[in-house]
């Protein structure tokens, strides 16, 4: 069974730009939830979404947004970028079940704005 | 605070036990999780206990978690140079799928 798959693996943008991640959830999962991981704030939930709805959301100013496919695929997109931005972006899925699930994490994807 | 807190190094020689300590602050979180992250890689799931049990062991790794104190540790026996990498314990809150992570614990392991 294949694991959650993200790309691109590394990217790198200019501030201003925007920029849209991917994430494909194991087979059969259906919730994907998104994180952002840096050396000074450590890892924070960005947003979860479950049957194309967005179910939880952390605090993130509203640059940063999302969405799931019917195929349970998610993407994140995060416009006008701030160098505070850089971060490995973590995705997760879990089957989709309300709560105290296990999470499987990708292995991010490296964003990098100059 | 909304702080999960763990100490930011580890160094033990292999074969050795690791015992990695994590404080969560949320009473009613119901499941405690341990991953481990290494270089350039995701978070990889290790082991998570419910809230009403005491310990639980699953081959090397064993984790204990204390309720009254909001205590929570891994341990992980007979530790080898493939057990180097960042551990994260992480705390649900409120039933929801986010969860609240610490610092992570930097593992070294010494041959």
């Known amino acids: 069974k294949a694991g959650v798959t993200q790309t691109p693996r590394y990217l790198i943008k200019t501030r201003g730009q925007q920029v849209t991640l991917s994430c494909s959830p194991i087979?059969?999962?259906?919730?994907v939830s998104w994180y952002q991981q840096t050396p000074g704030q450590g890892l924070q939930f960005l947003f979860e979404y479950f049957s194309e709805t967005q179910r939880n959301k952390g605090n993130f100013p509203g640059r940063f947004s999302g969405r799931q496919f019917s195929n349970s695929r998610s993407e994140m997109n995060v416009s006008t970028l701030e160098l505070g931005d850089s971060a490995l972006y973590l995705c997760a899925s879990s089957l989709g079940g309300q709560g105290n699930e296990k999470l499987f994490f990708g292995s991010g994807t490296q964003l990098s704005v100059l | 605070g909304e702080d999960v807190e763990q100490s930011l190094f580890l160094s033990v020689r292999e074969g050795d036990s690791s015992v990695i300590n994590c404080t969560y602050t949320?009473?009613?979180?119901?499941?405690l999780y341990w991953y481990k992250q290494e270089p350039g890689a995701g978070l990889q799931l290790l082991t998570y206990i419910f809230s009403n049990m005491d310990m639980k062991q699953d081959q090397r790794l064993t984790v204990l978690l204390n309720k009254k104190d909001k205590h929570l540790s891994l341990r992980i026996a007979d530790t080898q140079t493939g057990d180097s990498a960042i551990y994260f314990c992480a705390e649900s809150r409120m039933g929801a799928n986010n969860l609240f992570f610490g610092t992570g614990t930097r593992l070294t392991v010494i041959p």
């Open positions: 949320d009473s009613s979180s119901t499941y």
């Open positions: 087979s059969g999962h259906r919730s």
